[in-house]
Antibody
């Protein structure tokens, strides 16, 4: 059974940093593109970033470029999102998602999310 | 403002069919086969319903179908059931600086 479990969310002051983690199991992690997608309270989905199987390609939404870094550790079956210089508008539930095999940009499994709140 | 435009809400009665539209541009929906649809119930994670414009993942009911005409993708749900009531989001690969764009979401109410 495919499982994605996010952790690392919490309350942080604007300008602060957080590192989100996603533990994957039930599939060959190193074979898939992986993504982070967020959802602000009461709002719609927003794609944040994705990363190729070997970490050689990474893409970001414009609003987080230069502040967020996606990475992965295939030996640990884990996905990460380092978030620096957080802003109030980054407040959201952050989902880890597995992209379809050989089809990045479309996610077939999602975790339950971890909540990030940037507020003073 | 979302990159892809969806109606805020649609409604239908059990047994009826409804269609949700998703309008983009020639840089996203009109140019990519990576168009997908997600269903999200309150408090739950999104679920992939359609990928590659019109393909259904294993386990998704054949009452759900996807199509595209020009820059507009559509999700059709036939034989509406009460459990279909949820939020639906379209997404597409985009040739812009942000490679994935979502629609603003459509709330489906099954009356």
């Amino acid at each position: 059974e495919v499982q994605l479990v996010e952790s690392g969310g919490g309350l942080v002051q604007p300008g602060g940093s957080l590192r989100l983690s996603c533990a994957a199991s039930g599939f060959t992690f190193s074979s898939y593109w992986m993504s982070w997608v967020r959802q602000a309270p009461g709002k719609g989905l927003e794609w944040v970033a994705n990363i190729k199987q070997d970490g050689s390609e990474k893409y970001y939404v414009d609003s987080v470029k230069g502040r967020f870094t996606i990475s992965r550790d295939n030996a640990k079956n884990s996905l990460y999102l380092q978030m620096n210089n957080l802003r109030a508008e980054d407040t959201a539930l952050y989902y880890c998602a597995r992209d379809l095999l050989l089809r990045p940009y479309q996610s077939d499994y999602w975790g339950q999310g971890t909540l990030v709140t940037a507020s003073s | 403002q979302s990159a892809l435009t969806q109606p805020a809400s649609v409604s239908g009665s059990p047994g009826q069919s409804i269609t949700i539209s998703c309008t983009g541009t020639s840089s996203d929906v009109g140019a990519s086969n990576y168009v997908s649809w997600y269903q999200q119930h309150p408090g739950k994670a999104p679920k992939l319903m359609i990928y590659d414009v019109s393909n259904r993942p294993s386990g998704v009911s054949d009452r759900f179908s996807g199509s595209r005409s020009g820059n507009t993708a559509s999700l059709t749900i036939s034989g509406l059931q009460t459990e279909d009531g949820a939020d639906y989001y379209c997404s597409s690969y985009s040739r812009s600086s942000t490679p994935v764009v979502f629609g603003g979401g459509t709330k489906l109410t099954v009356l």
